[in-house]
């Protein structure tokens, strides 16, 4: 995996497509399967922290405390649940 990746790079990787809306609902659930297990396979932070954000939004992301070893980690987390909490609906 690309160190570098983004969220549609992520998108384009699990589900086919760079744009959320268009993956299909019956796609769902094999695409978060193979991020969570690629999730528990990746030792590099940066890209942990780009997996959980999707699961996250997806709605499938593991606890914090699971999830991060660093307290950098789940605190950056944590200021990422409140912001997008704080944000205005589109």
Do not use: C, K, S
């Not at 983004?6 to 991020?35: H, S």
């Not at 396979?41 to 940066?46: S, T």
């Amino acid at each position: 995996m690309n160190p570098r990746m983004d969220m549609a790079d992520l998108l384009q990787r699990y589900f086919g497509t760079r744009d959320l809306a268009e993956v299909a609902p019956a796609a769902l659930p094999a695409g978060i399967e193979r991020m969570r297990v690629d999730f528990g396979m990746v030792q590099d932070r940066g890209q942990r922290f780009a997996l959980w954000t999707l699961l996250m939004v997806l709605g499938d992301a593991p606890d914090l405390d699971i999830a991060f070893a660093h307290e950098e980690d789940r605190e950056a987390a944590r200021n990422l649940i409140d912001m997008l909490a704080a944000a205005p609906p589109d």
